[in-house]
């Protein structure tokens, strides 16, 4: 079965419906707070998380959530539509076979993340990195691109220019007058592709394309390089152009 996840931003009102439901049918609802990707696990078949996960173990890759108008609230991911719960309108994350003409060049890096939207929505803590962190990437490099030379310089300015492809994008695929931004590197070198699969960046786009990021494979088990569309069921509140 092709990979589906619904995902609904809810507060506890609501969440108590999903909880009476989940306990009614026999699922279990599962709690996550540490880590936000998780959810998108295909064996938990609805989960949620506390406001405490965006400050987990991604704390400094997450701190996006934090300066969203979706700060507080809850996040409900499901393998199944909770439509006929009335807790809103979700956002449906499917694999896709989206493959972009093209990815910016390194040149082509520095601009994006140059752009006045990014560096205004940019979380102050979002440089701050720790030792630990260029240490985890060396040891994913070494593992998985051993022929490719380490630069944690390089790795996370793609990090920052692909979250600003999705904020002020200049890298998207246009789709009934729609603008469709896509993640703009591979797999190791994109950072917190949840902000994305779950709407807090690219929130004004009713169709984006979505790579996961390392975090995704190990703890979501999300295939490697793999394009995900993330549709937002809503319908409306959307752009379908970049002015």
Known sequence: ?????????????DLGK?????????IELKVES??????????WEVAYLTTPAWYGLCRRRTSWYWESEKAGRLLVVSNTSLDPLNVGNPILVTESSFKPD??????????LIRSEKYQERKPSVWENIEPVEKEFYQTWFERHRANEPFDFNIIFASHSANHSNFIDPKYFVAQNGFISPYSIAVSSYVCSSCLEFFNILGERWPIKYVVPCIGAILFAHLPMDQYFEVRDQRGENVNKNIG
């Open 18 to 26: 999903v909880r009476k439901s989940s306990k009614e049918k026999g």
């Open 102 to 111: 093209r990815l910016p060049s390194p040149k082509e890096i520095t601009p």
């Open 34 to 43: 540490q880590i936000p990707c998780r959810a998108l696990r295909t064996s």
């Open 1 to 13: 079965m092709a990979y589906q996840k619904w995902c609904y931003w809810v507060d506890h009102e």
